[in-house]
C-alpha cells in the first residue's frame, strides 16, 4: 500500500467515515513511521491470564514485519478472566532478555490501561515474559513495578481498555 500523505485526505464535512477509509488512513500512518518497506498486518492478539484468560473485543491490532518487530493492539474488556495478564506476540523475539519474574524482563514497549467507572488510568512498561509473550508493568508512586492482574492495579470490569505497543528484534 503506497503512503498517503494526511494533508491530501479530502472528507466531507458531515459525513460518515467508512471501516475502510480508516482502516486505509490508520494503516496509511503506520508505514509512514516505518518507511523502510515493512508492511502492516492486522493481528488478532488475546489478553490471557493465569488462570482464566480475558473476555475482550479487540479494538484494533497491526503488527509491522520486517528485522525489527513492531506492534500495537487495543483491548476492551467484556470480562477480567483471573490472574495475571499476557498476550502472546505475533512473532519470536530473538536476542533480548526475557524472565516471568516480576518486572526482570526487557521493556519492549508501553502500555496505558484506562478503567471506565469510576475513570482512572495507569501506565507502564512491557516486557518480555518470554520470547513469545509479553507483561505488562504498571508505573507506581513507590518506584516498584506492579504487575497488570485482573484485580491490579483495580478490580477490571466490562468497559475498561487496555492498549500497548512493542518493538522487539526477531530471528
Request: aromatic content about 10%; proline content about 5%; hydrophobic content about 40%.
Amino acid at each position: 500500500m503506497a503512503y498517503t500523505d494526511p494533508s491530501t485526505l479530502t472528507f466531507t464535512a458531515g459525513s460518515v467515515l467508512t471501516a475502510a477509509e480508516l482502516n486505509t488512513a490508520t494503516n496509511d500512518q503506520f508505514l509512514a513511521v516505518f518507511p523502510d518497506g515493512g508492511s502492516a498486518v492486522d493481528w488478532d492478539p488475546d489478553l490471557e491470564a493465569d488462570t482464566t484468560d480475558a473476555t475482550v473485543t479487540v479494538d484494533g491490532a497491526k503488527y509491522r514485519v520486517g528485522a525489527m518487530q513492531f506492534a500495537w493492539a487495543r483491548f476492551s474488556l467484556t470480562a477480567p478472566g483471573s490472574g495475571i495478564y499476557f498476550v502472546t506476540l505475533p512473532s519470536t523475539a530473538a536476542g533480548i532478555t526475557d524472565s516471568t519474574s516480576n518486572g526482570a524482563g526487557q521493556v519492549v514497549g508501553k502500555f496505558v490501561a484506562r478503567r471506565d467507572s469510576p475513570a482512572q488510568i495507569v501506565t507502564g512498561g512491557v516486557v518480555l515474559a518470554t520470547s513469545t509473550t509479553v507483561r505488562f508493568n504498571a508505573d507506581t508512586t513507590s518506584g516498584q513495578s506492579s504487575r497488570l492482574e485482573s484485580n491490579v492495579p483495580w478490580a477490571w470490569a466490562a468497559g475498561d481498555v487496555l492498549s500497548f505497543y512493542v518493538a522487539y528484534p526477531i530471528a
